[in-house]
């Protein structure tokens, strides 16, 4: 069996200040902390998850905010250059507007056919609004319909919101080795290239389907604040998972045992151009240890750390959800 995957799952970068932090992706971007847990494999550092409504696979950035005092990161090859989401054709004016209005330099640009607002949150992280289907309106499914719900208390309208992602660009340094596991192993194929930028869609489409390629001389970048961890795609069941480990030892790579990551079961693998790439199933999801109406409000642990919750609650930097009124 050849595993298929539609795209995204979820992105995760490197933080400085965690207060700073959800400031920018709750109360400017407008997504819902769904999930507020520690790195499994760091418990002395926050896990935050940033989504939809709901927490929907494929509309999840994700941070370990290292805070102030972390290493700064160095962009470079091997890095995801910049995440894009998805908005509504008529909601680029409202975003810009938000964007700059809050003192955040957007710079406004045409690509394939479609407007995309590039800007970079606190940190110098590389974010992109694609105003999706501009270009191939409804006439090709596998633009792929927004999979998003909605956050009705978030601090943008529903309209407005973003729609779960579109796709990343990643740098490399030579785009071949990269190229290849994306056609070869994840399933994509070449849709275009435009001065460098080679687009890379699943077949299997569906929203977050599209991995740009650039290739960039500035050199191996150092992972720190500041710089993306890891890309994740999606993967059915954890039963496809032995697929998936298969389908990259035969292309040479060496993908992890399957992880539980309690929210998901996860294999990664580093791609030759330096990209660390992530499995990820779909289920069981984040309401798995919280209710849906009550995501992310209170620090939640993996079983096998609760012993522990008094120390690692201790040495975490408190930070308020803007949302969240603090006289409740
Ligand atoms: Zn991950």
Not at 39 to 44: E, R, T
Not at 282 to 287: D, H, K, W
């Given at each position: 069996m050849t595993p298929e995957t539609p795209g995204l799952h979820h992105v995760t970068a490197i933080a400085g200040d965690p207060q700073r932090n959800v400031d920018f992706y709750v109360?400017?971007?407008?997504?819902?902390?769904?999930k507020k847990t520690v790195?499994?494999?760091?418990?002395?550092t926050y896990h935050l998850y940033f989504g939809d409504g709901e927490g929907t696979p494929g509309t999840n950035i994700t941070f370990f905010?290292?805070?102030?005092e972390g290493r700064p990161g160095q962009f470079g090859t091997?890095?995801?250059?910049t995440t894009a989401y998805r908005i509504p054709p008529k909601s680029v004016d409202y975003w810009r507007d938000r964007l700059e209005s809050r003192d955040v330099a957007v710079d406004v640009a045409d690509r394939f056919g479609e407007t995309v607002l590039r800007f970079e949150d606190p940190d110098g992280i590389g974010l992109e609004l694609v105003a999706a289907g501009e270009a191939q309106r409804a006439s090709d499914s596998a633009s792929g319909e927004s999979n998003a719900t909605p956050w009705?208390?978030?601090?943008?309208?529903a309209e407005h919101q973003l729609r779960g992602f579109y796709g990343v660009t990643l740098a490399v340094d030579s785009i071949e080795a990269t190229a290849a596991v994306l056609t070869?192993?994840?399933?994509?194929?070449?849709?275009d290239e435009v001065d460098g930028r080679r687009r890379y869609r699943s077949a299997?489409?569906?929203?977050?389907?599209i991995v740009d390629l650039v290739e960039t001389d500035v050199g191996r970048g150092r992972m720190g604040?500041?710089?993306?961890h890891h890309v994740a795609f999606t993967v059915k069941?954890?039963?496809e998972q032995e697929a998936w480990r298969e389908a990259f030892a035969d292309h040479g790579l060496s993908p992890t045992e399957v992880i539980d990551r309690k929210y998901f079961q996860s294999i990664y693998v580093r791609e030759p151009g330096g990209v660390l790439f992530e499995m990820a199933t779909?289920?069981?999801?984040?309401?798995v240890d919280e209710d849906p109406a009550e995501l992310g409000t209170e620090l939640v642990l993996p079983e096998h750390l609760e012993d522990e919750r008094e120390r690692i609650e201790a040495q975490l930097p408190p930070f308020d959800d803007p949302t969240v009124d603090a006289s409740d």
């Open positions: 109360d400017t971007l407008g997504l819902r902390l769904v790195n499994h494999d760091d418990p002395g905010p290292w805070t102030d091997g890095q995801t250059e009705t208390e978030g601090p943008v309208p070869d192993v994840l399933g994509y194929e070449l849709e299997a489409g569906g929203p977050g389907s604040v500041g710089t993306v069941n954890v039963e779909t289920g069981p999801g984040f309401a």
